[in-house]
């Protein structure tokens, strides 16, 4: 089958991988009609995470076909067209009992703080990703959900990892009606924050990035303000003097490692690595959010060490809350807000691109061409 | 909350979500005697071990799934062997980590050519694509390689 080949940094390219099989009696193989590059792709491409063995098929976010289930499946079977969540969850653990789906005890047996997730690395289990024809996905029961009948693909496809995401980045805000909330961050992730808080109510909705078409897209999708730092002498200081002096009610963290906008966090996080990525996005909304707000995360950050500014942290009484999304929780609501129009997920997408195209995709997504927002890969059996 | 429905109107689904019970200590602990237990839950089937899978200090076990395609090989491997004797909270663990990664980006070239296969490097950036959207990129780095490569010529040739 026809699979993306991860290389070393900057460096992928599409070949020829064995077929994935059945390991584990739990497991599905599902054939890809759809699969995304996401922006936490980018931290593996420029070569961020610890334990990314070359050889590696990212990609964790797709849907497609049920083509064949193990002895133990019994919600599944063959021929289900399914959205399979991006986290990994076995539904039995102590995590997975409390609806923390993103932390099971059961998927990744490399690292303790994280669950499995697919393609992304060994730190999160060592799994193949859906950047493939096929793909193998344990506890089938679990996480993949049938796509609702009319429901189209690039609205599904969006649901398994960029609408959730967003969703609880502003979920986890504790947004009150009326609340201003900041999104660091105008990828999709913090388009679909910055859309997703208005309906927790939000009174205003401030994006803040770098990259004008990013801005000028969030803020008709979005409805929201939206401002390049670039022309700030000091982004805290333009969000304290846009709040009247207080500070925004919720903050949102949604750029995570790769954050621009400080050179010595580049220079320790993103070239040297001392840290666990650049924290220039974490740090702009500690010292944004007003006394006693909310800090929400959903940047991937390496690991271990980061110099945030956890002083602040005290002196302010922020409370923080981040965590990878926690998908299956979510779709009954999302889906319900897709098929309502309160949400349009493949709004968000720009480019589809044949599989056999990896590379360049990853590098339009990658370096921002061609106005690029969302970017979603079709094999060559689903264009037949 | 109802004045402000009607300032935004304009926006579908306005409030829907808003719940003034969104406490930040969300999920509730589950305070149930079985949590107390540590490991309770009745663990999944464990797939079988038949390939190398390195597990974290942190756990005593394997867990019961775990991708299995990229067991560690050649002196990435070792690397991080090494690396799986210290704890996630360990410098130890994640500098070998990513040393093994650059190792084994080198060692992945000499995969290909034994295999029979020059990587192609300009494909594999995606340089067609950055050619197409950002040709000024590209002449930069162009011309930057160029200066490069003309400064060391021409400092060897100083040497000599």
Redesign the interface.
């Known amino acids: 089958m026809l699979a993306m080949n991860y290389r070393g940094p900057l460096r992928v390219r599409i070949d020829q991988k064995p077929m994935p099989e059945i390991e584990h009696p739990e497991d599905a193989i599902v054939r890809v009609t759809r699969s995304c590059i996401c922006g936490s792709d980018l931290h593996l491409y420029n070569g961020l995470v610890p334990d990314t063995r070359v050889g590696s098929t990212f990609g964790h976010e797709f849907v497609g076909v049920v083509e064949e289930v193990g002895s133990e499946v019994r919600k599944l079977k063959v021929g289900d067209n399914v959205l399979v969540p991006f986290n990994i969850a076995c539904g039995k653990c102590a995590f997975c009992k409390q609806e923390l789906y993103g932390n099971c005890h059961e998927s990744n047996p490399e690292a303790t703080a994280v669950g499995g997730i697919f393609g992304y690395s060994h730190t999160a289990g060592g799994y193949a990703g859906g950047q493939a024809e096929y793909v193998r996905v344990p506890y089938a029961d679990v996480g993949p959900t049938v796509i609702p009948p009319g429901m189209d693909p690039d609205d599904a496809v969006l649901l398994t990892d960029v609408v959730p995401t967003g969703y609880q980045a502003a979920e986890m805000g504790g947004i009150q009606p009326g609340d201003t909330v900041v999104i660091f961050g105008a990828g999709p992730i913090g388009i679909m924050a910055a859309k997703c808080s208005w309906l927790f109510g939000a009174g205003r909705v401030i994006i803040i990035d770098q990259v004008e078409y990013r801005l000028e897209f969030a803020k008709n999708y979005a409805q929201c303000e939206a401002y390049d730092f670039r022309s700030m002498d000091d982004p805290v200081v333009f969000v304290k003097k846009t709040t009247d002096w207080m500070g925004a009610d919720v903050c949102i963290d949604a750029v995570g490692a790769d954050a621009a906008g400080n050179a010595m966090q580049t220079i320790t996080g993103r070239k040297l690595m001392l840290q666990a990525g650049s924290a220039t996005a974490l740090h702009w909304a500690i010292n944004s959010v007003k006394k006693g707000g909310i800090v929400s995360i959903v940047g991937v950050y390496g690991p271990t060490d980061n110099l945030v500014p956890i002083g602040n942290v005290v002196n302010k009484g922020i409370t923080i809350r981040a965590n990878q999304a926690s998908v299956k929780r979510l779709l009954p609501k999302l889906i319900d807000h897709v098929q309502n129009g309160r949400i349009d997920p493949k709004g968000m997408i720009t480019h589809w691109v044949p599989l056999e195209e990896v590379s360049d995709a990853y590098r339009i997504f990658s370096d921002k061409l061609d106005n690029c927002i969302k970017t979603v890969l079709i094999p060559p059996s689903a264009r037949t | 909350?109802k004045n402000?429905e009607k300032?935004?109107s304009?926006?579908?689904?306005?409030?829907?979500?808003?719940?003034?019970k969104?406490?930040?200590t969300?999920?509730i602990?589950?305070r149930t005697d079985e949590?107390q237990k540590g490991y309770?839950?009745?663990?999944?089937?464990q797939?079988?071990i038949t390939t190398e899978?390195?597990?974290?200090n942190?756990?005593p076990n394997?867990?019961?799934?775990?991708?299995?395609?990229?067991p560690?090989k050649g002196l990435?491997g070792k690397i991080?062997r090494y690396a799986?004797q210290f704890s996630?909270?360990?410098?130890g663990?994640?500098l070998p980590?990513?040393l093994?990664?650059?190792v084994?980006?080198i060692?992945?070239?000499i995969d290909?050519l034994r295999q029979g296969h020059v990587?192609?490097?300009f494909?594999?950036?995606?340089?067609?694509?950055?050619f197409k959207?950002?040709p000024k990129?590209i002449a930069t780095k162009v011309a930057v390689g160029a200066l490069l490569v003309t400064a060391v010529v021409a400092y060897l040739r100083r040497s000599k």
């Open positions: 909350m402000l300032n935004y304009h926006i579908k689904g306005w409030g829907i979500d808003a719940d003034p969104n406490d930040p969300y999920p602990k589950l949590a309770h839950w009745e663990r999944p089937t797939q079988p899978i390195l597990h974290s942190e756990r394997v867990t019961a799934v775990f991708g299995t395609p990229l560690p990435s991080r799986f996630e909270n360990s410098y663990h994640w980590l990513l093994a990664d650059r084994d980006e060692e992945g070239v290909d990587p192609n490097f494909a594999e950036r995606g340089w067609k694509a950055q959207h950002n990129a």
